[in-house]
């Protein structure tokens, strides 16, 4: 079977997490990548940093297309499924480029600035046949999964609520991030 081909759109702390996850993915091949920073696109990651994880890689880019925008994201026909790792305000007119162009769509969370934007990105890919989903990573969290299958289990009796407290600093890959208007705030 060959790989599904893939294009990474944005390569801040979110992609370069993405490409390593890719990267050890079998039927998964990268395609592209598109970002609007030349140093970036040359597969210098290293001044990347973020909340988790360690600092920023250098990758080899030499056999994989380097774009700079989704249109030409979506015009490349070989590229099958796209990434979304943008900023959240480009979320929805990424993705609806990418699913307009008949391609999957892996976006990271939140989906989008608001519900409106979230009902369009899944009537396109209802209407176009294709695969949206959003990057709800936490879900498969090795510690998450054992509580998960406790509570199927009936391990834990009948479970009636639960708190649940994630930690980490706040991002730190963009100052986007603390603009509402571009990332939809703290709370979505």
Request: some cysteine; aromatic content about 6%.
């Amino acid at each position: 079977m060959k790989p599904m081909r893939v294009a990474v759109l944005g390569l801040g702390f979110m992609g370069s997490t993405h490409l390593r996850a890719l990267g050890r993915i079998s039927g998964v091949e990268l395609l592209a990548v598109m970002d609007q920073d030349e140093q970036r696109l040359s597969g210098d990651l290293s001044a990347i940093q973020g909340n988790i994880g360690g600092p920023g890689q250098r990758l080899d880019f030499s056999g994989v297309r380097r774009y700079r925008t989704i249109d030409e994201v979506a015009a490349d026909q070989d590229v099958e499924a796209v990434d979304i790792c943008l900023p959240t305000h480009l979320h929805a007119p990424a993705a609806l480029a990418a699913l307009g162009a008949g391609k999957h769509v892996l976006v990271e969370k939140p989906m989008a600035l608001d519900g409106a934007a979230c009902d369009e990105m899944i009537a396109e890919a209802r209407r176009r046949g294709r695969v949206l989903m959003v990057a709800q990573v936490v879900r498969f969290i090795p510690s998450y999964c054992v509580m998960a299958e406790r509570v199927r289990s009936g391990q834990l009796g009948a479970v009636h609520s639960a708190i649940f407290r994630r930690r980490c600093a706040a991002p730190t890959w963009g100052p986007w991030e603390f603009d509402a208007a571009k990332s939809g705030g703290g709370v979505f």
